[in-house]
C-alpha cells in the first residue's frame, strides 16, 4: 500500500484592491517623468514635447529634484489636491524633509553597496558623490558619464535645510502653475472614466499579481513580489507602458501608477481612452532598435535576452527598457 501525505495548501493571500485619481502621486509621477528623457520614446508625447520647453536652468533644477532628491517631495498620504500637498510641504520641518531626501542611502544595500551614516552623508561630500557614482554604474549605461558636478550640486543644497525645502516648495508650484495644472484639467475626464471603468470589476477574491494583471494588463511575476496588504493603483495620461510603484511599508500599502486604459469587456466607452492605449502600443514600435528586435524574432525559433543583446550590440539597461515595451 502506498504512503500517503495529507498536506494543506496554503490559503492564497488576496489583497485589498482600489482604484483612485490621487493627485498628489499623479502629478508628480508625471514631472517624475519629465526628469528621465533616455526613456521618453514609450512615454506620452506631451512628455517629450513640455521636457523640450523646459530652459535649461529649469530643466536642471527639476532634474536635481527629482532624479537625486525625490524621497524628500513624496507624499506620505493621499491629499485632495496637488496644490494642498505642497501648501502641506510648505508647513513642514526643514530637517525632517532634508532627513527624508537621503534616508534610503542610509536604511539598507543598495545594488550591493553598503548604506552611508547619515552624518557621514552630510558632512563628507567626496563619500556622498562616491556612493552614487557606485549606484549609479550598476544601474545605468557605462556609455552615459556620470556628472560628478551634478551630484555635489545636490550636496551643497543638503547643507542648507531650509534652503532646500523652500528649493521644494518653490520649484513643485512653478511646475504646477506653469506646466501641469491645464494639463491635469485637460485629462482628468479621461482619468475620471478609467477609475470608473475598473471600480465596476470585481477584485475581492485576486491576488495582488492578479489585480496588476487584470488593471495593467501586464503580468509581474518574477519581477514584483512582495506587495502591500493593500494596493491602489493611479491611472495616468502620460507613463505609456511603464509602471511606477510607491511603497508606503509603515502602512502596508502599495501604490501602481499604470497607464490609463479602460478594462477589457468594460461596459464604458470612451474614444479618448482608447486612442491613449493605441498610441502607447503604436509608440512602442516607433524605434529602430525595437522593430529590429522584431524582426530577429521573425527569424529565429527563440532568442533569449542575452541573443538580442549581442546581435544588436546594446547595453543590458538599454536591451532591457526595449524588452519591457
Known amino acids: 500500500m502506498a504512503d500517503q501525505d495529507f498536506v494543506l495548501a496554503p490559503a492564497t493571500a488576496t489583497v485589498s484592491v482600489s482604484i483612485a485619481l490621487e493627485p498628489a502621486f499623479n502629478v508628480l509621477n508625471s514631472l517624475m517623468l519629465l526628469s528621465h528623457p533616455e526613456e521618453r520614446s514609450g512615454f506620452s508625447?506631451?512628455?517629450?514635447e513640455t521636457a523640450a520647453k523646459l530652459s535649461p536652468e529649469l530643466a536642471r533644477r527639476h532634474?536635481?529634484?527629482?532624479?537625486?532628491?525625490f524621497h524628500g517631495i513624496e507624499p506620505l498620504e493621499s491629499w485632495p489636491s496637488f496644490p494642498a500637498y505642497v501648501d502641506h510641504m510648505a508647513t513642514l520641518d526643514a530637517e525632517s524633509l532634508r532627513?527624508?531626501?537621503?534616508?534610503?542611502?542610509?536604511?539598507?544595500?543598495?545594488?550591493?553597496?553598503?548604506p552611508l551614516d547619515k552624518d557621514r552623508l552630510l558632512n563628507d561630500r567626496s563619500a556622498y558623490v562616491h556612493y552614487l557614482e557606485q549606484i549609479y554604474n550598476q544601474k545605468w549605461e557605462k556609455e552615459v558619464p556620470f556628472d560628478t558636478s551634478f551630484y555635489e550640486e545636490a550636496h551643497n543644497l543638503l547643507q542648507?535645510?531650509?534652503?532646500?525645502?523652500?528649493?521644494?516648495?518653490?520649484?513643485?508650484?512653478?511646475?504646477?502653475?506653469?506646466?501641469?495644472?491645464p494639463e491635469w484639467e485637460r485629462t482628468l475626464p479621461m482619468l475620471q472614466e478609467s477609475v470608473d471603468a475598473f471600480q465596476q470589476l470585481d477584485y475581492?477574491?485576486?491576488?495582488?499579481?492578479?489585480?496588476?494583471?487584470?488593471?495593467?494588463?501586464?503580468?509581474?511575476?518574477?519581477?514584483?513580489?512582495?506587495?502591500?496588504?493593500?494596493?491602489?493603483?493611479?491611472?495616468?495620461?502620460?507613463?505609456?507602458?511603464?509602471?511606477?510603484?510607491?511603497?508606503?511599508?509603515?502602512?502596508?500599502?502599495?501604490?501602481?501608477?499604470?497607464?490609463?486604459?479602460?478594462?477589457?469587456?468594460?461596459?464604458?466607452?470612451?474614444?479618448?481612452?482608447?486612442r491613449s492605449e493605441l498610441l502607447v502600443r503604436l509608440s512602442a514600435l516607433a524605434d529602430d532598435t525595437r522593430l529590429q528586435i522584431l524582426e530577429?524574432?521573425?527569424?529565429?525559433?527563440?532568442?533569449?535576452a542575452q541573443d538580442m543583446i549581442e546581435m544588436l550590440d546594446?547595453?543590458?539597461?538599454?536591451?532591457?527598457?526595449?524588452l519591457r515595451q
Open 314 to 322: 546594446l547595453s543590458q539597461s538599454a536591451a532591457s527598457r526595449h
Open 160 to 181: 542648507d535645510a531650509e534652503l532646500l525645502k523652500s528649493t521644494f516648495v518653490n520649484h513643485l508650484r512653478q511646475m504646477w502653475t506653469e506646466v501641469m495644472k
Open 63 to 69: 532634474q536635481l529634484i527629482f532624479n537625486m532628491l
Open 296 to 304: 530577429l524574432l521573425t527569424q529565429h525559433d527563440e532568442l533569449c
Open 99 to 114: 532627513d527624508r531626501a537621503v534616508q534610503w542611502m542610509c536604511e539598507k544595500e543598495l545594488e550591493g553597496i553598503a
Open 204 to 274: 475581492g477574491q485576486m491576488t495582488a499579481l492578479e489585480a496588476v494583471r487584470v488593471v495593467t494588463g501586464r503580468d509581474f511575476r518574477g519581477i514584483w513580489d512582495e506587495w502591500g496588504k493593500e494596493v491602489i493603483f493611479i491611472p495616468s495620461p502620460h507613463i505609456g507602458p511603464y509602471l511606477t510603484r510607491f511603497d508606503d511599508e509603515a502602512n502596508g500599502l502599495t501604490r501602481v501608477v499604470f497607464g490609463a486604459r479602460l478594462p477589457e469587456g468594460a461596459r464604458v466607452s470612451s474614444p479618448a481612452l482608447s
Open 45 to 48: 508625447s506631451w512628455v517629450n
